[in-house]
């Protein structure tokens, strides 16, 4: 291709772009009025409006599934507090917050506390000192003077898989060692039964205020997008029909907001890309085959190393056996050795058939029960994705296992 035919590209782009403000369908958006959250919101509110008083407020946990607005509506209350509380500045008020699904930031206790050290202003390094002596660097830290501090932990159930409910325990303990600051945390959850699975100890201390979000339905997600899309597109660019489809698929997905934002976003770029003035029916579909595809690589990216090493063993079977089944037997083999070779536990076989259960009810393989007779049963195991997933998948996993 020469240059002047990418350059013609780029000009097509930049002259006939059917957005307005596209930041404003990304889902880190701060939209200034917050739709069908406004009970959640107040709240919030309620139980956090003690930090302008100097005290500190209950502990609180927010849950509910994936684009709910949990995250939007915490973000939103304190950003609130802190612009009134600049107009009385008696007790510092400081709001950290901290992703859990963060890969290299949360996936060990030394990790998140030295991302909430560097969020205030101190510096440990990545690796290579106790724990212990981390948990003392942060104190030292947080306590050096008379604040409040709400440390904000969004998908905090990630943080619990990878490491352990532990970790929760000592920072609701940490009041208790310090004489300047009090902390008060907030733990986001998309997983609602998150909190049964606690150890009892951790939870009474964690919830001490719980609020749920439920799924937005068809008719409140029309209602975000039509909003959105009035200052995120150029007049008369949404087709008929479009914005309700949008909907309908998202409420199917649990009435997940991003869901929606992320369709109509992709479909205005396919749009752009088709050179159309106008997003169509058939853009929404596209968009949505993207988003299921991308959906199922984010999985794989952000599950724990000993389901990646599952996974892998399945891929490598598979591509070995061609057309022939996999049986779980041969997966926890292969399992064993690959564990060896990187030099990580080994769980049971049981528990592997747990991942391998976990991995079909997300739709990345398919898994068939086959009579042996008097052998007894056999799991046979397909993968379910694409080709071209199954690649991608497969150089996802081996980067994060550090597989050359």
Do not use: W
């Amino acid at each position: 291709m020469t240059h002047k035919e990418l350059d013609g590209i780029f000009d097509s782009f930049n002259n006939n772009t059917i957005f307005r403000d596209k930041s404003m369908l990304q889902s880190n958006y701060k939209p200034d009025q917050i739709l069908h959250r406004e009970e959640q919101i107040k709240q919030i509110a309620s139980i956090l409006a003690p930090v302008l008083r100097g005290e500190k407020p209950s502990n609180l946990f927010l849950y509910g599934k994936t684009g709910t607005g949990k995250t939007l509506s915490i973000n939103y209350v304190s950003d609130e507090l802190q612009k009134r509380h600049k107009k009385d500045d008696s007790v510092n008020l400081r709001v950290e917050y901290l992703n859990c699904k963060l890969k290299k930031v949360s996936d060990t206790e030394y990790r998140i506390l030295a991302e909430f050290i560097k969020k205030l202003g101190g510096n440990v390094p990545q690796t290579g000192l106790p724990t212990q002596a981390v948990y003392a660097k942060f104190i030292e830290l947080i306590d050096s003077e008379k604040q409040l501090v709400v440390l904000v932990l969004d998908e905090i159930d990630q943080a619990v898989k990878k490491i352990s409910s532990d970790f929760l325990y000592n920072l609701t303990r940490l009041n208790s060692e310090l004489s300047n600051t009090q902390i008060c945390i907030v733990g986001i959850s998309n997983n609602l039964t998150f909190l049964d699975e606690l150890d009892p100890r951790v939870r009474s201390s964690l919830s001490e205020e719980e609020i749920v979000f439920p799924p937005y339905n068809a008719l409140q997600l029309q209602d975000i997008l039509s909003k959105r899309a009035e200052k995120s597109f150029k007049e008369n660019v949404v087709g008929e029909g479009v914005i309700q489809k949008c909907a309908a698929f998202a409420a199917r997905e649990h009435g997940d907001a991003r869901r929606a934002l992320d369709l109509l976003r992709i479909a205005g770029e396919l749009c752009e890309r088709d050179h159309s003035k106008k997003i169509l029916l058939k853009h929404i579909d596209e968009a949505n085959n993207k988003i299921e595809r991308d959906k199922i690589l984010d999985v794989i990216s952000s599950e724990p190393k000993q389901f990646q090493l599952v996974l892998y063993s399945i891929i490598q079977l598979s591509e070995k056996n061609k057309e022939k089944p996999v049986f779980t037997g041969d997966v926890y083999n292969l399992y064993q050795e690959l564990c060896e070779k990187t030099k990580t536990e080994v769980l049971t076989q049981r528990r592997v058939s747990d991942i391998i259960q976990e991995f079909d009810m997300l739709g990345i393989i398919n898994v068939k029960v086959i009579s042996k007779g008097r052998g007894g049963r056999m799991r046979e195991i397909k993968l379910a994705i694409a080709n071209n997933i199954i690649k991608k998948a497969k150089e996802i996993v081996k980067e994060s296992l550090g597989y050359s």
